[in-house]
């Protein structure tokens, strides 16, 4: 049975950080990429980065870029998501997921099959 469990999720400050991860389990972690995922109240859910096994690839949204860092802990089978400089529209319900590797594609959340039950995350001071 496939499992992903986020934590991490809370509330900061703008311009600080925080740390989510995604605890897997149930599948092969050696073919499936990782994603992480956001959806802010009112708007679509949106790919913001993922990385694929078969290299350690990584991908990132634009909105996310050089502030986000996705790695893989592969002894735990545990994927992290550094965010940094956070901004207020950083805030939104944040999912991982996965699904089979399909390099740049994991950003899109039709590349995915399983999904978490999500992480809060709100940027406010």
């Known amino acids: 049975q496939v499992q992903l469990v986020e934590s991490g999720g809370g509330l900061v400050q703008p311009g600080g950080s925080l740390r989510l991860s995604c605890a897997t389990s149930g599948f092969n972690p050696d073919y499936y990429a990782i994603g992480w995922f956001r959806q802010a109240p009112g708007k679509e859910r949106e790919g913001i980065s993922c990385?694929?096994?078969?290299?350690?690839?990584?991908y990132y949204a634009r909105s996310v870029k050089g502030r986000f860092t996705i790695a893989r802990d592969v002894s735990k089978n545990i994927v992290h998501l550094q965010m940094s400089s956070l901004k207020p529209e950083d805030t939104a319900v944040y999912y991982c997921a996965t699904g089979f590797d399909s390099g740049s594609y994991c950003l899109n959340d039709y590349a995915m099959n399983y999904w978490g039950n999500g992480t809060l995350v709100t940027v406010s001071s």
């Open positions: 990385i694929s096994p078969s290299d350690d690839s990584t």
